[in-house]
Every structure is written in C-alpha cells, then in structure tokens.
C-alpha cells in the first residue's frame, strides 16, 4: 500500500486573472517505509502540497490519500497516524517544552516521556521545564520534531525540518528520520536544500512552479547534481600553472591521469586554479586523493555545487550532457530517448 | 484525554491562566463591580435611602457598556491568534477537527469569562452587603445568572467572529463594528424602520414588530431580563431618544402589556429575552464554525 497517492491535485489561489496555481495536476506516490524527498525552490508548491495532505487546504481538483485515507473527508484519521512538523508553525509561547510534550501525547493518546523525547532531539532537563517562548529558534524546531514524533506515526511529515538548526541540529535531525526509517516509518522531507535531501532520501520528487519534474532515485539525483559540479584546486607548485612548462615538477602525471578517472569529464586550468569537472560527485573525493598520493600539496579545495535551477534544467531538458544517456550507457542517446529506459533504473520523468 | 473539543477546551484555559488572562479579567471586573457600588452610595442624594436593588439596577446600566467590551476583547483573538501565530498547524496536525477547535475554544473562553464573573461577583455581594445591607438572595442570584448569560452570548459571539476571520486586523473591526453597532446604531435603526413604516416614530404605543426588533439587541434582552430580576426599572446605558414617549411616562405606562394592543405576544415575554442571549451567543459560533470549516489555514 501507498502512504501517499495524489491524483491530479491541483490547488489555485484566487481567481480570474490574479489566479496563482500553486500546485498543477500533480501525481505523486509514496511507498511504505521510504525516506522520500520532496525537493523544490521556495514557492514551488511544496507547502501547498502538504498543506493538502493533512487537509489545511482543499485541493481545487484531484484527490489525495493518506495511509488510504482520504485526504479530505477523513482527515482526521490521516492525522491520527502522520506526525507533522509543519512549515509556517508556532508553538504555545507561554507553555513549557515538557508541557508541550505532554499536550502531544494527550492529544495523540501515547504514553510519552517527556524527557526521554526531549533527549532524542538534543533538548535537556532544564530546557524542558522553560517556556518555549524564551525557545531560540533552533531549540523550537528540536522541540517541534519531538512533537512531530509523539505517537509513534507510521508518516512523517516534515516540511523544511532544518531550518532554523545549526550543523549538529541538522546531522541529528537525519539520525533521527533514519531511525524512524529503519523502524519502518515512511517519511516524507521537503526541502528547498539539495544536500538535505540527497542525505536522507531514498527516492525524490521535484517540485518546479507547482509541477512534479521529475521523481528518481537518490542516485539518480547524485549523478544530475554531479553532473553539474567543479573542483577547483589551488596547488602548490603547481606543475601545469609553471612557466617552465611541464616535464620537470612532479606529480605532472597525476594530474594528466585525473581525465581518465572514472566521473570526471574534464580537467583544465581557470586563473591559476586547477578546475575538475565531474558527473558524479564521489569523483572529487578520487580527484584529490590522486594528487595527493602524487605527492602534490593542495593548497586549498573548493567545490561549486550545480544550482536547484540547472538539477531542473537537467531534468526537463534532457539535452546538454544529459544524465539520462549517461546513466542508461547509450552514448548515442538523447535524453528524450533515454526517459523510457530511464523508468526501469527508478527515473520517471514527468515532465 | 484524546483529540477531541476538551482537549482544546483545557489546552485554552490553561493558556489563558498563563497568560495571566484570567487574573486581568478577573481583577477588572472586580474594580468595576467595587467602584459602581460605592459610587452608586456617594453620588445618592442625603436623605433618600438606596438600597442594593438600586445598586444592581446602576450596575446593570453599566455593564451594558463594560460585560461585551471585555468579553469580546478577551475573545477575538481565541483562534485567528492561533491561526496568525502558525500555533492552529500545530494544533490541527493532530486529529482535531475544526468543529472540536471552535466548540474547545467557545468552552474554554467561555470557563475564562464566566470565572472572571463570577469570582467579581462574589466580591461584588460582599462590597453590597457592606455598603447596602445583605442583598435578597433570589435578585442577588438572579442578576449574577442574567450577567453571567450576557457575558457568555458575547464571548460566543468573540469566538464566532474569531473563527470567520483570517487577520487579527479583521477580527478586530468585525468585533468593534459589532460592540458599536449595538450600543449606538441598533435602536436608532429599528426607530427609523418604524419611522419609514409608519411615517412617525413609535410613541407610548407601537406595533408589536417594533418591540420585536428592539429587544432582539443582546443589549436591550439584558436590559429587559435583570430590570425582571431586580423588580425595578434598569437604564440604558446610551439612551438615545428614540421614542416619542413623554419625559413624565410612569413605570407602568412603560411596562410592556401596556404599550402593544391585545395580547402580548409571545416574543415580547421576557422569557424571550433568554432565547434572544442564547441566540447571540450560538449563531455567530455557528457562522463562524461554517466559515472556518470551509477555509484553508
């Protein structure tokens, strides 16, 4: 069974000309058990969408279910089995995170601990007993995602969770959507963060202007996202940048063999930077432990992600340097073409 | 305690004792209830003896103006705040439905409201029976019940407004618009309909309809209900002249059986006036339930 299935929802805003389609015809299944990423820019619809699953909002057209309710006339019993962190939330200002904790409980029928779920998500004792309201914004997110897991849900929902956290914030909050995962809970992330999504996900959606582009697996997603990324490496004596020319420097070798690695797709120089560009983003990783292996000293690294824009533009073009030909090993292939195969490896393009 | 109107209802006044909401209210009406009563005693010409039906007669007047003003401002803010602060997302990610968030929070600021009236009260009966002598305790009991009533039609009514609203600003007005309205624009309306009707304006003796109308004002169903329990005539708080009734009218010229012709009707009982307070403290709320039912949050 479907945790989520959506058919068709679309959600408009106002009417006549200052109409806004916050989401369009979108069909999205998620399975049982899955850590599914719903990623896409702010405004792409993402809100909107969960909005529908948990019966804020009433789609305009379409259907949703939800652990095979009905998203809008049994949204109760949705809501009995999906803990929410929702996006745009407030908590009680003038109660206590225990209080809080505890009110969840009450209200989800579970025996819950307080301090124990406190713990989990990195709160203590004395955090517990202060009024959220004296909360920083990272601790009401904690405190948030605590109450998103009273209950023990079979879903969860969790829209932009890692905003407001700081690095350890963030790496606990993936702890803990992949225990939840292993325990079998499907859940379901939305993001406007590339990384956030490509670390915990088993499968993603993207969401553009309220359309569903693509959904593919998290490999797929890595590969796109490669395919789009550079190292620049700045080196020390670095033998190519020399104006002696190259021969004598060591480790001028290693850097000539870095085009035959496997995911880099080129190397070339850009104002005295040794610049890797490669398809999979494991290459970078095999890039500098080549040249540091040689014996070059690298001086400084950075790396220049591939935008949100251009994952999309890979996606709906499938032209320039299309991952759907790379990945499907069809060298003659066009991304059109390759979208059909593209549905046995776990792609599915949408649009 | 599952997801259901209690746990609203409880989640409500436990914020309101917090917020120190219930002390505010509590202590307002105190003040309110303690000044009028001595007031009423200074501001008594020497020689002529007041007593506490007097007293709750003046009281009444006044709460025409202070019961829905406090009522209402401790209420407007009961879900559109929840909805303006991102808390209602919280609240309806749990299995709540809409009707449980509306009837929790006519529950629980309705507890928040009435406690704050009764404990005045208590406070009041002993301010009156110091000042005045020991009340009798059927007027004393009936007066607290028709405050306690006018006092719940409004918090119903704050509520109902809270649920049709999506900003505070709307509420706001909606809440304002409504305490004004009554006070200042109701009855001059319902005159000018008579007067439109009839081409003059309702004198000692009116068409039925006309009682009808005026009394449908939670303000004027108050009035007519505690000047019942008190046995004594209680004022308007904004006595616009209206009526072409003569400045020298006796009480009984006034009394109601004798200014409609025949019978008096059944809506014109002052049992009626009870229906007419309940009716102001439901129908918003249903209204209001209606409204939010249907609305994206």
Redesign the interface.
């Known amino acids: 069974m479907s945790v989520i299935e959506t058919n068709g929802v679309t959600k408009r805003y106002g009417s006549g000309e200052g109409a806004v389609l916050a989401v369009n015809d979108l069909d999205l299944t998620v399975e049982e058990g899955e850590v599914f990423g719903f990623l896409g820019p702010n405004g792409a619809g993402k809100s909107t969408t969960i ?1 529908v699953l ?5 789609p305009t057209d379409g259907s949703a279910e939800v652990l095979g309710h009905d998203a809008v006339t049994e ?3 949705v ?2 089995r ?3 962190l ?7 200002d ?2 206590t995170g225990r209080r809080h904790l505890e ?2 409980a ?4 579970a025996a819950a601990d307080p301090v124990a779920m406190l713990d989990r998500v990195g709160l203590d004792a004395d955090d517990a007993d202060r009024v959220v309201g004296d909360y920083s914004k990272g601790m009401t997110q904690r405190l ?1 995602l605590a ?2 897991l009273v209950g023990d849900p079979d879903l969860l929902i969790l829209d932009e969770p890692s905003s407001g956290l700081d690095p350890n914030g963030i790496r606990l909050m993936r702890e803990i959507v992949r225990e939840e995962a292993e325990d079998g809970t499907a859940v379901f992330f939305s993001s406007h963060v590339l990384g956030q999504v490509e670390a915990v996900c088993d499968r993603v959606g993207i969401l553009h202007d309220g359309r569903l582009v693509a959904v593919d697996t998290v490999d797929g997603l890595r590969e796109a996202v490669g395919a789009g990324s550079t190292l620049k490496l700045r080196l020390a004596d670095d033998p190519g940048a020399a104006e002696d020319g190259p021969g004598e420097a060591p480790g001028i070798d290693a850097v000539g063999d870095l085009e035959g690695v496997e995911g880099i797709d080129a190397v070339g120089r850009e104002d005295g930077l040794l610049t890797v560009s490669c398809s999979d983003p494991r290459a970078k990783a095999r890039a500098v432990s080549m040249l540091a292996d040689a014996g070059i000293e690298i001086l400084d690294v950075t790396s220049e992600e591939a935008s949100l824009e251009s994952v999309f533009a890979a996606y709906t073009t499938g032209g320039e340097g299309s991952i759907l030909s790379d990945r499907d090993g069809d060298p003659e292939g066009d991304g059109r073409d390759g979208s059909d195969d593209g549905a046995d490896t776990g792609r599915e393009v949408v649009a | 305690m599952s997801a259901t109107w209690r746990g609203v209802a409880r989640k409500d006044v436990e914020d309101a004792i917090r917020s120190r909401m219930v002390w505010g209210l509590t202590g307002i009406f105190v003040v309110f209830l303690t000044l009028l009563l001595l007031a009423f005693q200074a501001q008594a010409p020497a020689g002529v003896d007041v007593g506490t039906v007097e007293a709750l007669g003046f009281v009444a007047t006044l709460a025409q103006l202070f019961v829905p003003l406090v009522a209402l401002v401790a209420g407007y803010m009961a879900i559109v705040g929840e909805r303006r602060s991102g808390s209602l997302r919280v609240l309806l990610s749990y299995p709540f439905t809409r009707r449980d968030v509306v009837l929790g929070k006519v529950v629980g600021r309705s507890v928040v409201i009435g406690t704050a009236l009764l404990v005045a009260f208590l406070v009041g009966a002993a301010v009156a029976t110091l000042v005045y002598g020991p009340p009798a305790a059927g007027s004393f009991a009936g007066f607290v019940a028709v405050a306690l009533l006018f006092g719940l039609a409004f918090s119903g009514l704050a509520v109902g407004v809270s649920a049709a609203t999506t900003t505070r600003g709307r509420a706001m007005a909606l809440s304002i618009g409504t305490y004004v309205g009554l006070l200042f624009f109701w009855r001059p309306l319902v005159a000018g309909l008579y007067w439109a009707v009839n081409g003059s304006l309702p004198g000692l003796r009116a068409d039925a309809w006309y009682f009808l109308l005026k009394r449908l004002s939670p303000l004027e169903a108050f009035r007519v209900l505690q000047s019942r329990v008190l046995g004594t005539e209680v004022a308007e708080a904004v006595g616009i002249p209206v009526e072409d009734v003569p400045a020298d009218a006796t009480a009984e010229q006034l009394e109601i059986a004798n200014r409609v012709a025949g019978e008096v009707p059944f809506y014109l009982q002052d049992w009626f006036a009870v229906v007419v307070l309940v009716a102001w403290g439901v129908v918003p709320v249903a209204l209001g339930y209606l409204r939010f039912r249907d609305e994206d949050i």
């Open positions: 909005d948990l019966g804020f909002a009433t949204s109760e019993a809501r009995e999906v803990g929410v929702p996006e745009g939330y407030g908590l009680y003038r109660l009110l969840a009450e209200w989800t029928d948030a109450m998103a």
